[in-house]
């Protein structure tokens, strides 16, 4: 005999009377386990990697935001080779979780003997894989999409062997090196599809070597542009024995270095401008680096050496001259000033930094040493070094810091991170942005109605989009889109200081409740008012915010359930929260509630469910008249809303 019992579920309709207070989320980082104390101060980071196959070897590290990333080789008899084996471990720098990706493939001669094989990570949870491969008797640049879990997704010819391949907001490319010509070839290609792990080429073309006939092409440069692109850099240097028998002119430029930018969403590279030229005969001139000026917006910076033999009271020795070549978008020179170097070291590495200046490294017998320069070159007075154990170093420039690895024990390696000062205190996450609001990680009320970001400097609203996702679950699923739009919609305003820019939030955008967003704001949502030059953004899952039930609906639903108790009256164990709610469409204000009446036990002596569900119906349409109006929770019953009902059937 089966006994039926009915539950009924009632819906009502609240006032939202407070909002949401703001915390943060903190989390533990996997970088700050301690290894060995010796010569780490107290701000420095140390912790051990274990190996768990015998025999690989730490061949190069690459840090992202996200992960530190350690290739491991096993080492060939010849120093230049590799065993044809790929191993990568991947390391979440805040959970502290591995992957292990240990490639079942054995990869071809030409690509570990000498080494030509790098890789990139190319989107969450993948990188790529290029290497170099001969098919019919053409040797070219091959590549595989990998998953972090080791699985080869897909292949793709990149093109000629001896390639540069860099990744950009817009994908990634393949520029060729120049040919007897100058004639560089280059096949862009799209941003990884991640559900499927594939990409396809969706232009190509070429770069040209200024037509120069008493020229020779020395050497080329390839970096990438705030906007998505690539700039394309020639050096040439006279060629003297094409010159004529005429008289020489003095002012003849020896040297000279030409450049193109292939920007986003075009098939053709800009006309090639002159960026530098010299009459010294200089012996050689060389370009290190070109990176983005982040902090001050004015463009890109290349550290360019300058090789020079000088005579006097006939000796002779040569001379090695570092110089910022500075420039902006347009092409226009801005600057050109010496870097001064604090050692008598001939070869040191110099590297820009994130937030501004330089770091020279230089590695002696006893160590590894390092120190700062501002932005003009000067002595910022603030030095490091490794002991001569570390036998690798690398920067982390998103986070101003440098780090060594020694090997500390069979198949152990011991990594130590040292923060940089840095030049501008700005934002952690942007060198080129003060603050935002709500903060990064912030808990918000899902009816906000605007974020705002505060630039260092004044702006002026551009082209690249403000765009706000819900994260997905599912790792190799893209988020959600909510809302975006470009900076020059009009829907953004810039407020007085011409620095903060306020960027309006639809309603439908946060109306999850325990969910998680980022806001990703693209390089080009605004430029800065003096020289019209991008301003970096906000990579994704930087910014995120998160929402949580209203106050009321998560906190407050056993308040409501004792005062209704109290006042119809009931047990509370007759009524219950069903943990549903919703906004109420017509009034983004309110929000929906359901409970639960459980029916009696004993009909003799309880309520049955239909009549509690009337009494407390007649109480909320008379709440101004009777108690309901005077408890805090029920309070905020709007008694004018529809009050609804529905019906469950149990069988036991």
Not at 148 to 154: D, I, L, Q
Not at 211 to 227: C, I, R, W
Not at 519 to 533: A, G, P, T, W, Y
Request: aromatic share 12%; net charge negative.
């Amino acid at each position: 005999m089966f006994n039926l019992k009915v539950l009924i579920t009632f819906i009502c309709l609240i006032s939202i009377v407070s909002s949401v207070s703001s915390q943060y989320i903190s989390s533990r980082n996997i970088l700050s386990q301690n290894a060995s104390s010796q010569d780490i101060s107290p701000q420095d980071i140390s912790f051990i990697y274990e190996e768990q196959i015998d025999g690989l070897k730490l061949y190069t590290t690459l840090l992202t935001h996200d992960y530190l990333m350690i290739w491991m080789a096993f080492e060939d008899e010849d120093p230049e080779c590799m065993l044809p084996y790929f191993h990568l471990r991947i390391i979440n720098k805040i959970t502290g979780q591995t992957n292990y990706i240990d490639l079942n493939y054995t990869l071809p001669a030409e690509a570990v003997c000498p080494i030509n094989i790098d890789f990139l990570p190319v989107a969450n949870n993948y990188i790529l894989l290029y290497y170099a491969k001969t098919t019919n008797g053409i040797k070219g640049k091959h590549g595989m999409i990998i998953n972090y879990s080791g699985e080869v997704m897909s292949e793709i010819y990149l093109g000629n062997a001896d390639g540069y391949v860099a990744l950009s907001n817009e994908g990634f490319i393949n520029i060729e090196k120049p040919d007897e010509k100058g004639i560089s070839a280059w096949h862009w290609y799209s941003s990884l599809n991640i559900e499927t792990g594939e990409v396809v080429e969706h232009s190509s073309g070429e770069f040209h070597v200024p037509n120069l006939p008493s020229y020779t092409l020395v050497d080329s440069l390839n970096f990438n542009l705030l906007d998505g692109g690539f700039g394309f850099l020639y050096i040439l240097k006279y060629d003297e024995t094409k010159e004529s028998p005429v008289t020489k002119d003095p002012n003849l430029q020896y040297w000279r270095i030409y450049m193109s930018f292939l920007k986003v969403k075009t098939d053709l590279p800009t006309k090639l401008s002159l960026l530098y030229e010299t009459t010294q005969k200089l012996n050689n001139i060389s370009l290190k680096s070109c990176t983005l000026t982040y902090y001050h917006a004015e463009g890109y910076i290349c550290v360019m050496t300058l090789n020079n033999t000088i005579t006097n009271n006939n000796n002779s020795w040569t001379e090695i001259n570092y110089y910022q070549l500075g420039f902006l978008s347009t092409g226009a020179l801005i600057r050109l000033e010496i870097i001064p170097t604090l050692t008598n070291i001939p070869n040191f590495d110099l590297r820009a930094l994130y937030y501004g200046g330089f770091i020279v490294i230089y590695q002696n017998a006893t160590a590894i040493d390092f120190y700062l320069l501002d932005d003009n070159g000067n002595d910022m007075q603030s030095r490091g070094s490794f002991r001569p154990e570390f036998f690798h170093y690398n920067t982390f420039r998103l986070i101003n810091t440098i780090f060594g690895v020694k090997e500390q024990a069979k198949n152990k390696l011991e990594f130590l991170f040292k923060p940089l000062p840095k030049l501008k205190q700005v934002s952690e996450f942007s060198p080129a942005i003060e603050s935002v609001k709500p903060s990064i990680n912030e808990v918000i009320d899902p009816l906000i109605k605007e974020i705002t970001i505060k630039y260092t400097i004044p702006v002026k609203l551009f082209t690249g989009n403000v765009s706000i996702f819900q994260f997905n679950d599912d790792k190799y699923k893209p988020g959600l889109l909510r809302q975006t739009f470009s900076g020059d919609s009009k829907l953004c305003t810039i407020g007085s200081d011409n620095r903060t820019v306020h960027i309006p939030i639809f309603e439908s955008t946060f109306n999850q409740q325990n969910s998680t967003y980022y806001v990703l704001v693209e390089n080009n949502f605004v430029i800065s008012q003096e020289r019209d030059e991008p301003l970096i953004g906000i990579r994704k899952n930087i910014w995120t915010l998160s929402t949580k039930p209203l106050k009321m609906a998560q906190h407050s639903d056993s308040n409501m359930i004792q005062e209704f108790a109290k006042v119809i009256p009931v047990t509370e164990q007759r009524l219950s929260a069903s943990g549903k709610w919703q906004y109420d469409p017509t009034s983004p204000k309110k929000v929906l509630l359901s409970f639960n009446i459980i029916e009696a036990k004993d009909h003799t002596i309880e309520l049955n469910s239909r009549i509690i569900f009337d009494d407390i119906s007649t109480l909320i349409k008379k709440k101004g008249f009777t108690a309901l109006s005077f408890n805090e929770y029920t309070s905020l019953i709007d008694e004018s809303a529809p009050f609804t009902m529905t019906r469950k059937r149990l069988y036991q």
